[in-house]
């Protein structure tokens, strides 16, 4: 069974631009979930969706935004991009909703540098 | 909201050896799951082993086993006879029963060499 899948791997962006990426979860899992990680900061939680629905969000800015597709595929959006936004964005996707109890499976992540 | 905390940002040991990574962690909630990832240089996230708060039994997988210690809200993770393959950033991690707003709460991870 394939893994999570996020494109691109890696990308540059300049300040002001925005940027989606995307993440294709494991076959059967309707989770997607999103995380950011950087050096200061650590990973930090951004949203879950489950069944097209954003059902948890973290505590960023309302320009980070989500959505999932009816087939669980889900993007991210970051729009008027700011040099702190560069970091490696990690999806991870789950059999289903609340995440404790069914294990998160992460993909490789998209490392956005922002210029 | 929680906290997670990995006090120790770098571990060195020899090949085969054990070592314990260390996890303290604060929350008001009392039905929670406790998880420990590796992050090799892939970047890939990997679960390790999964704790659930409500059973008092310690989890194991194969090499990996942990104490969990629910009063102390201490959660170590112990790697019997380490291998290189081991060498990763360990990241210990918390949420509570059925999500929330807060996700997956992540300590900031323990850079673990094991050195040949």
């Known amino acids: 069974k394939a893994g999570v899948t996020q494109t691109p791997r890696y990308l540059i962006k300049t300040r002001g631009q925005q940027v989606t990426l995307s993440c294709s979860p494991i076959?059967?899992?309707?989770?997607v979930s999103w995380y950011q990680q950087t050096p200061g900061q650590g990973l930090q939680f951004l949203f879950e969706y489950f069944s097209e629905t954003q059902r948890n969000k973290g505590n960023f800015p309302g320009r980070f935004s989500g959505r999932q597709f009816s087939n669980s595929r889900s993007e991210m959006n970051v729009s008027t991009l700011e040099l702190g936004d560069s970091a490696l964005y990690l999806c991870a996707s789950s059999l289903g909703q609340g995440l404790g109890n069914s294990p998160l499976h992460f993909g490789n992540g998209t490392r956005l540098t922002v210029t | 909201a929680q906290t997670v905390t990995q006090s120790q940002p770098e571990m060195s040991v020899q090949e085969a050896e054990t070592v314990t990574l260390s996890c303290t962690y604060d929350?008001?909630?009392?039905?929670?799951?406790l998880f420990w990832y590796k992050q090799p240089p892939s970047r890939q996230m990997i679960l390790v082993i999964r704790?659930?708060?409500?059973?008092?039994q310690n989890a194991t997988e194969n090499r990996f086993s942990v104490n969990f210690q629910k009063a102390a809200k201490s959660f170590s993770l112990k790697i019997s006879d380490s291998q290189l393959g081991d060498t990763a950033m360990y990241f210990c991690a918390f949420m509570k029963r059925g999500g929330g707003a807060d996700g997956l709460t992540f300590g900031k991870g323990t850079h673990l060499i094991i050195q040949p």
């Open positions: 929350t008001s909630e009392n039905n929670y799951y």
């Open positions: 076959s059967g899992h309707r989770s």
């Open positions: 704790q659930e708060a409500y059973k008092q």
